[in-house]
């Protein structure tokens, strides 16, 4: 489908997003960490997690109190190959850079490294982290737990979160594998996009109290909060089409984003208290790093690893099919088409991007402003 959506450029959305950043009282080294964050998302093409949540799950979030623009980490525990760290509900960008950056350290020192975090709060794309080690030519995995969206398989209360499980490798090829999704058949920030472009939901995606499907995405949106409506998992509702191994993972990540760090977990995240008011998350995330040097070597690793893939995308396609493709694929294709032209930008975004830039007083000039 070709893009109708005015292009930004790089340069400037990353100087916008990190000067608003600021505005809102993020440190400017942080604040940078966090405009990369979202706009490695829009890079790869997973708009749910880019320009498009800037707004509403950062900004309006320190605005209401329940996040802190400056993330003070404090090291609760910490061994040769682990650490345990605690956000301090600041910023979950930032917590997690660090949190990674320690994890590879411990990688390349002693073969493998793991950092879990407790107390934090969104940390945007999951892939963003795992790239971080195969950039440092290593193994990276990461989870987070999340709000309550997912009912458990027989369920319809929504218990668990939308808990990415992600793995990067290495290739010897110009991209890594990175499989970043879910554990939900759907994410909550898709739903925010088609709500926001106007777009039913899928039906069969979110299951209602009442155990039938819904469709509408602003309602959607609205019976997540309320508990009228719960995410169906990886896999989809009951047994027949293998949703319990959705629930299953969602679970592995749950107690591996909870349990090492004596964080909060399913309910506990809701972001509602008692009397329906608006609290911090206190979500947990966890940070696997393996360096393949421990084992037979980085460059083994990757030419095994590029060639099973290569295997994988040259078998026998089906029928009108025109190529298989393998995790992470797709998302460098997206980026070779927006290296040059930059970031499409929606009317729902343009409008919270001038109204932050107004509210701020800051001086920028988008070329969507010339085309209105």
Request: aromatic letters at 8%; glycine letters at 12%; one cysteine or more.
């Amino acid at each position: 489908m070709e893009e109708t959506r005015p292009y930004v450029s790089w340069e400037l959305m990353d100087a916008f997003l990190t000067d608003a950043f600021v505005g809102y009282g993020v440190p400017r080294e942080d604040a940078a960490i966090c405009a990369d964050v979202l706009l490695e998302s829009d890079r790869r093409g997973i708009e749910s997690h880019g320009c498009n949540r800037f707004k509403p799950i950062y900004i309006d979030r320190i605005t209401a109190g329940i996040q802190n623009p400056v993330t003070k980490i404090d090291i609760l525990r910490e061994t040769l190959t682990t650490a345990v760290l605690d956000a301090n509900d600041g910023m979950g960008m930032v917590a997690s850079y660090r949190a990674m950056e320690m994890a590879i350290d411990k990688a390349r020192n002693c073969g493998m490294g793991m950092v879990a975090v407790r107390n934090s709060t969104h940390y945007g794309i999951a892939g963003y982290w795992t790239s971080m080690a195969t950039n440092a030519g290593m193994i990276g995995i990461t989870g987070t737990n999340a709000r309550p969206s997912i009912a458990p398989t027989f369920g319809v209360q929504n218990m668990l979160g939308t808990n990415p499980l992600t793995v990067g490798f290495p290739t010897d090829e110009d991209f890594p594998f990175m499989l970043d999704c879910a554990t939900s058949i759907v994410q909550r920030g898709k739903i925010e996009y088609y709500a926001r472009i106007g777009k039913d939901t899928p039906e069969g995606m979110v299951i209602g109290s009442d155990g039938k499907p819904k469709t509408d995405s602003k309602q959607i949106l609205i019976d997540l909060t309320t508990g009228e409506a719960a995410l169906a998992p990886l896999g989809g509702i009951g047994e027949e089409l293998a949703g319990y191994k959705g629930y299953g993972y969602a679970t592995v990540v749950e107690v591996l984003s909870a349990a090492l760090q004596a964080g909060s977990f399913l309910h506990q995240l809701s972001g509602i208290g008692e009397h329906g008011e608006k609290t911090p998350f206190h979500l947990g995330h966890f940070f696997i790093v393996i360096d393949p040097e421990a084992f037979m070597g980085l460059e083994t690793f990757k030419k095994i690893t590029g060639d099973i893939l290569r295997d994988l995308r040259a078998s026998k396609k089906a029928p009108g099919e025109e190529r298989i493709y393998t995790a992470g694929e797709k998302e460098y294709l997206v980026w070779l088409e927006r290296r040059d032209k930059g970031v499409p930008i929606g009317q729902a975004v343009q409008k919270e991007i001038l109204a932050v830039r107004d509210a701020l007083g800051l001086d920028y000039r988008f070329p969507f402003e010339e085309q209105a």
